[in-house]
C-alpha cells in the first residue's frame, strides 16, 4: 500500500477544509439567512463521533478518514448537522443544556436536518462490497474535483492522490467511472476556471 508523503496529504487536507468552509457559507446563507459568523473548521482523527460543534473555541471538528473516505454529500449532511448545533449554541443561547435537547430537535425538524446521533460503525462491520466500491468512487470523484482548483500545489496533490486510489483499488479511468454511475463529462466552451456572475446569470 503506497503511503501518502507529508506534503500532499497536507495539501489535500487544505483543499477539503476550503470546500467545507465554502460549504459552511451555503448551509448558512441557506438554512439561517446569514445569521451565522464561520467558525474554525478543523479535521481530527476522533474515532468516536463523525462531527462535533466546540462553543468554547467555535470549532467545528469533523473526523478526518470520514471525511477523506466518504462521498461529498454524506460530509456536507453531518456539517449540516454540526451548523444546527452551532446555531442552538449562539443564537438559542443553548436552551437545552445539551448536545440534542428539544429546541435542537426542532430546529432540525423545521428545516429537515437529519438530528440524529450516529456513531462511526463498529469494527468488523464493513460495507458490502458494492457499497465499498461507491465509497472508493465517491472519493475518486472528490479528489478529482480538488485537482481542478486554481491553486497549482493543491491539484497536483489532489490529482495524485486520486491516481494513487485507482491504481491501488484498480479501478479505470475517469471518464469510465462516470460512466459506470450514469453521467459522463463534457467541455462546453474553453476552460475558464470559476464561473464569474455573468456567466452563472446564463444558467
Excluded at 491553486?151 to 479505470?172: C, D, I, S, V, W
Aim: glycine content about 10%.
Amino acid at each position: 500500500m503506497a503511503v501518502l508523503s507529508e506534503p500532499l496529504g497536507a495539501a489535500v487536507e487544505a483543499g477539503l477544509l476550503r470546500a467545507l468552509a465554502e460549504a459552511w457559507n451555503t448551509l448558512n446563507e441557506n438554512y439561517f439567512k446569514g445569521a451565522l459568523r464561520r467558525p474554525q473548521l478543523v479535521l481530527v482523527d476522533n474515532a468516536a463521533r463523525l462531527g462535533e460543534w466546540r462553543s468554547g473555541s467555535r470549532t467545528i471538528a469533523l473526523q478526518r478518514a470520514f471525511v477523506f473516505d466518504q462521498a461529498w454529500g454524506v460530509v456536507v449532511e453531518v456539517l449540516k448537522h454540526e451548523v444546527a448545533h452551532q446555531y442552538v449554541s449562539e443564537m438559542l443561547g443553548d436552551p437545552d443544556g445539551g448536545p440534542h435537547g428539544p429546541s435542537f430537535r426542532a430546529i432540525c425538524d423545521r428545516l429537515g436536518i437529519d438530528g440524529r446521533t450516529s456513531g462511526v460503525p463498529a469494527a468488523g462491520v464493513g460495507p458490502a462490497p458494492a457499497e465499498a466500491e461507491a465509497r472508493i468512487l465517491g472519493r475518486v470523484a472528490k479528489l478529482l474535483a480538488l485537482a481542478e482548483s486554481a491553486n497549482r500545489h493543491e491539484a497536483e496533490a489532489a490529482m495524485a492522490r486520486a491516481q494513487e486510489l485507482m491504481l491501488k483499488h484498480n479501478l479505470e479511468a475517469p471518464s469510465s467511472i462516470g460512466a459506470r454511475r450514469g453521467y459522463g463529462f463534457r467541455h462546453l466552451g474553453a476552460p475558464t476556471g470559476r464561473t464569474t456572475e455573468a456567466a452563472r446569470s446564463w444558467m
